[in-house]
C-alpha cells in the first residue's frame, strides 16, 4: 500500500473532496484525521473508516489555537504526523462591488492564513519524518471568475505560499511542499450551490462541450486518486510544484462564442 502507516490531517474532510482523498488515504494504508465544521458528517466519515483509522475534530479552522488542536490530536491519537492536506475552503460568490473588506479578510483568513498556520504548527513534527504538505486549490487562482473575485485571490495567494514553501521547507527542513488545482468537481456542496441558482436537479447531466469536453465534470474519487502520488514516497523529492486537473488546457484557450452559458 502506497500511504502504508502514514498519518494524514486532511482538513475539510467532512465532505466533497477532502472526504474522498480521506477514504483514498485509509484504502492506501493510512490513518487519518477528519476535520470539518459539521460534527454528524465528520463523525460519519470517521466512523465509516473506523477508529483504528480515523480519528475526528470540529472546529472553525480560524479559531484562535485550532491548527495546533488538530497537530495535538494526531499525535496524541496515532504518535506522528507524516503529511497535511489544507483542502477546507470557503467557496461564495463576491465581486468588486459586492466584496467589503471584512468579507474579503474572511475569504483570506479561512482560504490561505489558515493553511499556513496548520503548516506552521505541523512542521516540527512534518521535519521529523521528512513529511510532506498538500494543498488543494483551485484553477481559479489563475484569474478566476467576475463573481469569484475574493475566492479566486485567496487561491491565487495559497499558490504562492506553495511555491514559496515548496523551495524553502525542502532546503532547510526536508519537507515537501506541493499544491493540486482541481476544476469543476461534482461534489455534494457544488450541487447543492448549482440548484439554489435555480437549476434542475440533474443539472451536470449535459453540460456544453465548453465546460465539459468528455461530456461530464470531475468527480471527488479522480481528484484523490491523484492527490496520493504527492502524499506518497514515490513523489521523491518533487517540491514547491503546482499542477492543474482539468480536463482541457484552462490557460490560453479559446472557448466558442457561442456556448450556452451554466449560470454561477
Given at each position: 500500500?502506497?500511504?502504508?502507516?502514514?498519518?494524514?490531517?486532511?482538513?475539510?474532510?467532512?465532505?466533497?473532496?477532502g472526504?474522498?482523498?480521506?477514504q483514498?488515504?485509509?484504502?492506501?494504508?493510512?490513518?487519518?484525521?477528519?476535520?470539518?465544521?459539521?460534527?454528524?458528517?465528520?463523525?460519519?466519515?470517521?466512523?465509516?473508516?473506523?477508529?483504528d483509522?480515523?480519528?475526528?475534530?470540529?472546529?472553525?479552522?480560524?479559531?484562535?489555537?485550532?491548527?495546533?488542536?488538530?497537530?495535538?490530536?494526531?499525535?496524541?491519537?496515532?504518535?506522528?504526523?507524516?503529511?497535511?492536506?489544507?483542502?477546507?475552503a470557503?467557496?461564495?460568490q463576491?465581486?468588486?462591488?459586492?466584496t467589503?473588506?471584512?468579507?474579503?479578510?474572511?475569504?483570506?483568513?479561512?482560504n490561505t492564513?489558515?493553511p499556513?498556520?496548520?503548516?506552521?504548527?505541523?512542521?516540527?513534527?512534518?521535519?521529523?519524518?521528512?513529511?510532506?504538505?498538500?494543498?488543494i486549490?483551485s484553477?481559479?487562482?489563475w484569474?478566476?471568475?467576475?463573481?469569484?473575485?475574493?475566492?479566486?485571490?485567496?487561491?491565487?495567494?495559497?499558490?504562492?505560499?506553495?511555491?514559496?514553501?515548496?523551495d524553502?521547507?525542502?532546503?532547510?527542513d526536508?519537507?515537501?511542499?506541493?499544491?493540486?488545482?482541481?476544476?469543476w468537481?461534482?461534489?455534494?456542496?457544488?450541487a447543492?450551490?448549482?440548484r439554489?441558482?435555480?437549476?434542475?436537479?440533474?443539472w451536470?447531466?449535459?453540460?456544453?462541450?465548453?465546460y465539459?469536453?468528455?461530456?461530464?465534470?470531475?468527480?471527488?474519487?479522480?481528484i484523490?486518486?491523484?492527490?496520493?502520488y504527492?502524499?506518497?514516497?514515490?513523489?521523491?523529492?518533487?517540491?514547491?510544484?503546482?499542477?492543474?486537473?482539468?480536463?482541457?488546457?484552462?490557460?490560453?484557450?479559446?472557448?466558442?462564442?457561442?456556448?450556452?452559458?451554466?449560470?454561477?
Amino acid at each position: 500500500m502506497r500511504l502504508s502507516q502514514k498519518v494524514i490531517l486532511i482538513t475539510g474532510s467532512a465532505t466533497g473532496i477532502g472526504k474522498a482523498i480521506a477514504q483514498r488515504c485509509v484504502r492506501e494504508g493510512a490513518r487519518v484525521i477528519i476535520h470539518g465544521l459539521e460534527a454528524d458528517l465528520a463523525a460519519a466519515v470517521a466512523a465509516e473508516l473506523g477508529p483504528d483509522h480515523a480519528v475526528f475534530h470540529v472546529e472553525d479552522l480560524t479559531n484562535e489555537g485550532c491548527p495546533q488542536r488538530l497537530v495535538d490530536l494526531a499525535v496524541s491519537r496515532f504518535g506522528r504526523l507524516d503529511a497535511v492536506v489544507n483542502n477546507a475552503a470557503l467557496v461564495a460568490q463576491g465581486n468588486i462591488h459586492t466584496t467589503d473588506a471584512a468579507w474579503f479578510m474572511k475569504m483570506l483568513s479561512v482560504n490561505t492564513i489558515a493553511p499556513f498556520l496548520l503548516i506552521q504548527a505541523a512542521l516540527p513534527h512534518l521535519r521529523a519524518v521528512r513529511g510532506n504538505v498538500l494543498n488543494i486549490g483551485s484553477v481559479n487562482a489563475w484569474s478566476g471568475e467576475p463573481n469569484l473575485l475574493p475566492y479566486s485571490v485567496s487561491k491565487g495567494a495559497l499558490m504562492t505560499l506553495t511555491r514559496n514553501l515548496g523551495d524553502t521547507l525542502m532546503r532547510e527542513d526536508g519537507v515537501r511542499v506541493n499544491q493540486i488545482n482541481p476544476g469543476w468537481v461534482l461534489t455534494e456542496n457544488e450541487a447543492k450551490r448549482k440548484r439554489d441558482h435555480g437549476l434542475r436537479d440533474d443539472w451536470y447531466a449535459d453540460l456544453p462541450k465548453v465546460y465539459a469536453p468528455s461530456g461530464r465534470i470531475l468527480l471527488p474519487e479522480e481528484i484523490a486518486a491523484a492527490a496520493v502520488y504527492w502524499l506518497a514516497d514515490e513523489c521523491g523529492p518533487v517540491s514547491g510544484q503546482v499542477v492543474d486537473l482539468e480536463q482541457h488546457p484552462f490557460i490560453g484557450r479559446n472557448p466558442p462564442k457561442d456556448t450556452t452559458t451554466i449560470p454561477s
